[in-house]
């Protein structure tokens, strides 16, 4: 029997899709209980553009936000990761930007977590 993957942790990377209005969230986990989610992130329709600012190096136009979503709300919760040919969207950052982007939030590595190579 395969091993069943590990419970989401806050600091995990995640995106969270919500209902009324339908809306999709990437960003950092910070609390994840009963009564709903606490993330920092930002809209996926904006991640590109903020990807891009990053990138070059501007001047914050665009940011992460602290945020609650209340339970009745989340449709789903996903841990940001590369599945088959589509990549995470860390992975995205990464290669556009130059520098993981825990480092560029200023997370750096939590514990448990490797170190890429």
Request: charged share 25%.
């Amino acid at each position: 029997m395969p091993a069943l993957p590990a419970r989401l942790h806050p600091g995990d990377l995640v995106l969270v899709h919500v209902v009324n209005p339908n809306e999709k969230f990437w960003g950092v986990l910070v609390e994840l209980e009963v009564a709903g989610v606490t993330l920092h992130g930002i809209s996926v329709s904006s991640f590109d553009e903020w990807v891009s600012q990053a990138a070059r190096r501007e001047t914050a136009a665009l940011g992460l936000s602290t945020m609650f979503v209340p339970l009745f709300r989340v449709e789903r919760v996903f841990r940001d990761e590369t599945i088959g040919q589509v990549e995470s969207y860390a992975i995205r950052f990464e290669r556009r930007v130059g520098v993981a982007v825990k480092d560029f939030l200023g997370l750096g590595v939590g514990e448990g977590e490797e170190v890429p190579s």
